[in-house]
């Protein structure tokens, strides 16, 4: 506006400034030695022109400038308009949704109370003196893993009953002491093997002997394996070992809950007896186990020293021994809990110390957590290492180099930094261990191997097709690999393994030194991080049961 103003303040003059200009002129000619062909008259015409153009010009903009403004204030209401439009419509959907969701959860809670109603009426209910009950077991969610404060809340009722809602026949099996189905009917419902493990300490509570009961399950721990079967690589066997070791957890998790059951009525001299004649039995074919072979996930380690923790008869053992099969079970995540039942808490740092040595520094890091010896053991050094030994393994030499080896070592080293990674994360290291450059280095690996992979694909040759008239055939090629054999191929895992979905860290160091294996979750058998100079095995960090 200001420009305006000052344009048509210049505009204006122009009548001053052309009369100043005639007084000039007049007197020039006043003062001429020649005469001039150019007359005032002439001048006076031309400026008077170019006034009436730029005042004419000048009225045009005005005109212009009003009528863009007019248009921006409409459009500024349009769009305000607008505005609250969208703003009414949303709320509107907010409070529809809102209805939407108050009617479903009414829906659901209606169905849910018919349905609790209904499975009280028709459950199995067995009970001390055989009288039914209230249900004192609230139904849970398969994906819903135990923990204390979960399992405080699974209480007998005032006469004593137990309820298993969701899977009454645990109580049955349990109460006909029947081990053998028992196993059946947790290997045909594995897929719900977290719901199930909830409610196994409860159905334990109606076998006339839990101890017992559970010790005739582990008939089959090694009976299975035959003469020349490979047990590490059977996984009908892997699911009964893992079984045997949950169905032992579930009774540490029944002893330790005095309002369910007294444990000194429960291992008594004579159970005790028998568990250390099956430890007996066990322990010399734990003599074969190596410990880079286990990569730290021994099932048959495991499964004797929980044996031992859950009988309490671990006293009766040297403890070198159990020492040395502590790095054995170093990924299991029950490891810290198992050393504290076991009195080897002040054998804990000699145990890192293995792990280290042996290339295990993931391991490591994890027991000084749970153990608190981080300021022995500082968790960055440890995991720095790792990843320069994982860079180092197998160096490929520049003349011999091939792309398969080239490969591998990529693969062993993008195994490393995800693994790295991890800890950080659960270990909460981003101050003390940036993660920016190992980021970038996973997805710089990531992209090679993806390239390579198309180029190999592009590369590979492919077979030629018949002519599209059908006369003949292009000349055969005999040197081409087919794509597919001629028998369908048998998946090489028949038997699904015991899924965990949860990645696990070590618990703390807590007063109670009693197992505390109610946050357990169901079974994985991944490949351990292992050693990358002997193994080979790539790590994933979660922890496995």
């Not at 005032?40 to 863009?68: A, D, V």
């Not at 009917?185 to 719900?192: A, G, L, P």
């Not at 055969?476 to 191929?489: E, G, H, L, M, Q």
């Amino acid at each position: 506006m200001d420009n305006t103003n000052s344009v048509s303040t210049l505009i204006d003059c122009t009548t001053s400034k052309i009369q100043q200009l005639q007084k000039a002129f007049a007197e020039l000619e006043s003062h001429r030695a020649v005469t001039l062909n150019l007359k005032w008259k002439e001048l006076e015409e031309h400026f008077h022109g170019l006034e009436k153009s730029l005042k004419r010009r000048f009225h045009e903009l005005e005109s212009q400038e009003k009528e863009f403004e007019s248009r921006t204030v409409e459009a500024q209401k349009l769009l305000e308009k607008r505005q609250a439009a969208v703003v009414a419509k949303e709320q509107a959907s907010l409070e529809t949704l809102q209805e939407k969701r108050d009617a479903a959860i009414y829906v659901i809670t209606t169905a849910r109370e018919k349905q609790r109603k209904v499975s009280t009426e028709e459950s199995s209910v067995v009970t001390d003196d055989g009288q039914g009950g209230p249900p004192s077991v609230e139904e849970k969610p398969p994906d819903v893993m135990v923990s204390e404060s979960n399992f405080e809340e699974m209480k007998s009722s005032e006469n004593g009953s137990i309820e298993v809602m969701s899977y009454p026949q645990l109580v049955k099996l349990c109460e006909q002491m029947d081990s053998e189905g028992l196993h059946k009917f947790i290997s045909d419902n594995r897929k719900n093997l977290a719901s199930i493990r909830e409610e196994i300490p409860l159905a334990l509570r109606a076998a006339a002997n839990p101890a017992l009961f559970v010790l005739e399950s582990l008939e089959d721990f090694y009976r299975l394996e035959g003469p020349n079967m490979d047990g590490k690589k059977d996984s009908n066997l892997l699911g009964v070992r893992r079984t045997c070791i949950m169905l032992m957890e579930c009774l540490s998790i029944l002893l330790t809950n005095p309002d369910l059951v007294s444990a000194s009525d429960v291992i008594t001299e004579e159970v005790k007896d028998l568990a250390e004649a099956i430890a007996e039995e066990w322990k010399p074919k734990l003599d074969a186990l190596d410990m880079d072979a286990s990569n730290g996930n021994s099932l048959e380690a495991h499964a004797f020293l929980q044996l031992l923790a859950t009988f309490g008869i671990a006293s009766g053992f040297d403890e070198e021994e159990l020492f040395r099969l502590i790095p054995m079970v170093s990924r299991r995540r029950q490891t810290a809990d198992l050393c504290r039942s076991l009195g080897l808490t002040e054998r804990m740092p000699g145990v890192i110390e293995v792990l280290v040595s042996s290339g295990r520094q993931i391991d490591a890091v994890n027991l000084a957590f749970a153990f608190e010896l981080t300021e022995q053991f500082s968790p960055v050094p440890l995991l720095k290492s790792y990843l320069k030994e994982a860079r180092k393994a197998s160096p490929v030499k520049p003349g011999n180099a091939s792309p398969t080896a080239q490969n591998e070592v990529n693969d062993r080293e993008l195994a490393a930094l995800k693994a790295v990674l991890k800890s950080i994360e659960e270990h909460k290291l981003e101050d003390q261990y940036p993660v920016d450059p190992l980021q970038k280095r996973v997805l710089q690996l990531e992209k090679a191997k993806a390239d390579k992979k198309r180029v190999a694909e592009a590369a590979k040759p492919q077979p030629k097709r018949p002519r599209a008239n059908g006369v003949g055939y292009g000349p055969r090629v005999t040197n081409v690999v087919a794509d597919k054999t001629f028998y369908p191929r048998v998946a090489e895992n028949r038997y699904p393994q015991y899924m965990y979905d949860r990645q696990f860290v070590y618990p703390g160091p807590a007063d109670n030194h009693c197992p505390s294996l109610l946050g357990s979750a169901t079974y994985n058998m991944s490949p351990a991080h292992g050693n990358y100079f002997a193994t080979g095995y790539q790590y994933q960090p979660a922890y496995l049961h």
